[in-house]
């Protein structure tokens, strides 16, 4: 048996063995923690209880935070095995060695009663209190919430357990008293209301958290909400939809934070960690986000987790477009999985099948293609190899977050340890742009280009998009997917439903990076005729272009405001000149006689025209004689003949045909952006990671997890 030695990295009750690998300690085994409450000064109390329909002896110690019993009947092991056994399935223990449970696994406790039709809420007889906790199924990463009924007929002893256990479960740290919560009724199979009023608020009820819950109407309302919301009156905030509805709370929850600390949100800054913990509860088509943090897509874990107060940090990334910040994302895809996105939106009316019909059409021959494009990347400094050939679990040594150690040294050193080929192996379509310059560039034909800053665990991809992305490494998984054959991209595909390394081919590469520029660009056999194009405003205003350069270094070369008061002085002194030749005028017109009172007005006539161009108010206020406007000479009307009038229909018809033609042939070449399943018209993107900037309710992937196969159906169907 190998020696077991505790570790810093694990703060929550993981343990390495000597080979690294990571070992969970359940809440029983990991003893007493910091947030946990101090009774020491509290008596136990016991009392008989029926559980299970036997009589147990049921003592409740708040010193040591824990609920124990002992069967009154010496013979009643059979009895007690059948009763509790479906209890403990979290600490993998039969009922025979189970003689008690922990105050911090329960999130709640109720009284039960029985009530006639007619009675309200809290009346009805006594039967006993429920004592609301959890067990884990099958899998290590569902949770299932559980009832303990302890049965007493006194209504006073009930009630004084209750009060005795609400008061040490009130008191525990880092649980969500009050959330807020964003509900999108039309998610999945637009239930979402059905299942708030069902499920999720009961459950909230019975851990006496409030909800202020808010129905998602339209697209702005999430951002709406959270501009005029007083974050202070709430310790977490919820998303009840899919991707594209925790995304869109977690864009409004980040830029609403970067507001309340002051930070301008462009290229370059440096965002504040957002300390406001982020609840997504899946119930949509797709739960990436969720399954990635959670481990599961099951909602009743990901509620137990919101109530227990279980937080993950994690990376986000930013995206900007033309120099100007777009979005927050997690992860972000371009080819064929905005072409999915695409089609899915199409064929909305098929419910829940739309997503394996837009499958099937994108993998058809006429729609599955590469795309000509440019990546730009910046290689994570402490991880030099493509790909860190260890999973992310719980307790992860490479997403170990502590702001007083620096990251990059523990990530360097995980490396050397778990991966000793790091610097071995490099990728023949790799360019190095300069030596300085810490950006390489990529160029080619991609089937499918994706950034990822989560694994994207979903039911399709048990194990991930990218089994081997970490929660909160500081780093984002660059995958490109190169032009292949469609045999072989379906093998790539399918390769996501197992166990097998789907990156295990000789046409894809993965990058760890930092930063990421993405630039679209048409092959160079297209060509199209522009009938926008004029080349004689191309060189007007290249031309303009010039001369502005030029008067701004003649600009430069001498002093502004010496310049600007000499020319002002100069434009001052000829509109005195003008003025003084306008008063002489007027006044030598006045003392001539009759003859020559018409060059007189010709005079008058000018100076008023002159005054008019200069004050342009005066000139829309003041009415202007037309005797006294210069005469505007207009040409001879052309009226085109019928031969000219239907060549200009023709090529009115011509233009527009080939406009069509133009957009048709650009939307083949060019895809989509796929960011969160949310579609993105932009195409020339750049990304950007932020190590540990939030925090969503989960705690990651259990170790004990097994690697689940599963076989998409719409991929048999395609050949």
């Not at 995958?479 to 990156?503: I, M, P, S």
């Not at 002002?568 to 001539?592: H, P």
């Not at 004689?625 to 207009?634: F, G, I, T």
Request: charged share 30%; glycine share 6%; aromatic share 8%.
């Amino acid at each position: 048996m190998s020696n077991v030695k505790q570790t810093h990295f694990d703060p929550i009750g993981v343990t390495y063995d000597e080979d690294g690998n990571p070992r969970v300690n359940y809440r029983s085994e990991a003893g007493t923690s910091s947030h946990l409450p101090s009774f020491d000064d509290e008596e136990d109390i016991t009392n008989i209880f029926d559980i299970a329909g036997e009589g147990y002896d049921v003592t409740l110690s708040l010193a040591q935070g824990r609920i124990s019993w002992r069967s009154m009947n010496p013979n009643g092991g059979k009895k007690k095995s059948k009763g509790l056994s479906s209890l403990f399935k979290s600490n993998k223990t039969s009922a025979k060695d189970t003689d008690g449970l922990d105050l911090e696994d329960a999130y709640g406790v109720k009284i039960r009663r029985r009530r006639r039709a007619e009675q309200s809420e809290g009346e009805g007889y006594c039967l006993g209190f429920g004592l609301f906790t959890y067990e884990m199924k099958e899998s290590a990463n569902v949770l299932k919430d559980k009832i303990l009924f302890f049965e007493h007929p006194s209504e006073d002893i009930c009630i004084r357990w209750v009060k005795q256990i609400s008061s040490y479960l009130s008191a525990i740290k880092g649980r969500p008293k009050t959330i807020k919560l964003f509900l999108q009724e039309h998610a999945g199979h637009k239930n979402g209301r059905s299942f708030y009023r069902h499920t999720i608020l009961p459950m909230f009820k019975n851990a006496d958290v409030s909800v202020d819950m808010t129905e998602v109407q339209h697209n702005e309302l999430i951002k709406q909400e959270m501009i005029h919301m007083n974050l202070e009156d709430f310790d977490c905030i919820v998303a009840c939809g899919g991707d594209g509805t925790a995304n869109k709370v977690a864009d409004a929850l980040l830029n609403r934070w970067q507001k309340d600390n002051d930070i301008d949100v462009k290229p370059g800054f440096s965002p504040a960690r957002c300390n406001m913990p982020l609840g997504i509860i899946p119930i949509g088509l797709t739960n990436h986000i969720a399954g990635s943090v959670v481990g599961t897509v099951e909602p009743i874990s990901a509620i137990l987790h919101i109530i227990y107060g279980h937080k993950q940090h994690v990376d986000v990334c930013s995206v900007y477009s033309e120099d100007k910040f777009l979005r927050w994302a997690f992860n972000s895809q371009y080819g064929f999985a905005g072409n999915v996105l695409s089609f899915r939106s199409r064929y909305s009316s098929l419910g829940a099948k739309k997503l394996d019909v837009a499958f099937i059409k994108a993998l058809t021959k006429a729609k599955l293609r590469s795309y000509h494009c440019d990546v730009e990347y910046i290689p994570a400094t402490a991880v030099n190899t493509p790909l860190l050939n260890t999973p992310c679990r719980i307790g992860c040594r490479v997403c170990w977050h502590e702001d007083s150690v620096d990251q990059d040294s523990v990530t360097q050193d995980l490396v050397e340890e778990l991966d000793p080929l790091a610097n071995s192996g490099s990728s023949n379509s790799l360019i190095e742009i300069e030596h300085d310059s810490p950006w390489k560039t990529v160029k080619g034909s991609f089937m499918n280009v994706a950034v990822l800053t989560l694994p994207g665990r979903s039911e399709f991809a048990p194990n991930g998009l990218s089994k081997f992305t970490h929660l909160c490494d500081g780093n984002m998984d660059l995958v490109l997917v190169k032009d292949t054959d469609r045999k072989e991209f379906l093998r790539f595909l399918r390769r996501h439903g197992n166990a097998k390394n789907q990156f295990d081919f000789p046409f894809v590469e993965v990058h760890r990076v930092k930063e990421v520029r993405f630039r679209p660009r048409l092959p160079t056999s297209w060509k199209h005729r522009d009938h926008t194009f004029s080349e004689i405003d191309y060189e007007m205003s290249r031309l303009k272009s010039r001369k502005s350069s030029k008067s701004a270094e003649v600009l430069n070369d001498f002093d502004l405001d010496d310049a600007f008061m000499s020319r002002r002085a100069s434009r001052s002194d000829f509109r005195r000149a003008d003025s003084v030749k306008a008063l002489n005028g007027r006044s030598d017109s006045e003392d001539s006689d009759e003859d020559s009172d018409d060059s007189s007005n010709d005079l008058d006539g000018d100076n008023d025209d002159r005054q008019r161009r200069r004050n342009p108010k005066r000139r829309q206020s003041e009415p202007v004689n037309p005797l006294h406007q210069k005469p505007r000479y207009v040409g001879p009307q052309y009226r085109q003949t019928f031969m000219e009038q239907e060549r200009a229909k023709r090529q009115k018809a011509q233009r527009k045909k080939e406009e069509k033609a133009k957009k048709k042939e650009e939307s083949r070449l060019n895809s989509f952006w796929n960011i969160d399943n949310e579609l993105c018209q932009q195409r020339e993107l750049d990304f950007k990671v932020h190590h540990g900037l939030m925090q969503i309710c989960g705690e990651g992937v259990s170790p004990d997890c097994d690697n689940v196969e599963v076989t998409m159906t719409c991929l048999q169907l395609v050949k």
